[in-house]
């Protein structure tokens, strides 16, 4: 398994991309995501997207948010972050009629992977994908359920990118605004678009 070289990306296509959605909206959603205080650790609040998902009108409701600048510009693949990205990745998938790329944790997939290791608060971990998940060229939107410090999403931006992709946007339900998550991935070229925003951790 090989690492990809870094490259950079080119903004996004429109500014609607980057965005978050107007506040009306989002306290709405917001409502339907349950916080869990002190996991997995003392101090921690978890956004849990779970009740989220199981409302009906509220899971519809995110993924059309999602995807709605999104639509007719092409976007070939969706690639999710295991494992809730797999979940809003697979619906978004199919509101854009793009395929699916699972981004996993080392030694998840079956075939010949690309990995690339990426930084944490402490320490590193690894993530792959296929070798042949992605065509050069081809337009692909990240998904994942929240964005946090953004360790994960960078790594993924680099992997996609060194693949070949046009990583067109970052997009996530919950963005932790205080961790700079969201603007470690703007600083690589590549827009983010949130739904709802906590302050904290």
Known sequence: MTSPPLTKRRAGPTKAADASVPESHAMNLADTIRAIPDYPKPGITFRDITTLLGDARAFRRAVDELVQPFAGLKIAKIAGIEARGFILGGAVAHQLSAGFIPVRKKGKLPHETVSITYSLEYGTDEIEVHKDAVKRGERVLLVDDLIATGGTAEGAVNLLSGLGAEVVAACFIVDLPDLG?????????????????????
């Open 181 to 201: 998550g969201a603007d470690k991935i703007r600083r690589l070229g590549v827009p983010v678009r949130t739904l709802v925003s906590f302050a904290g951790h």
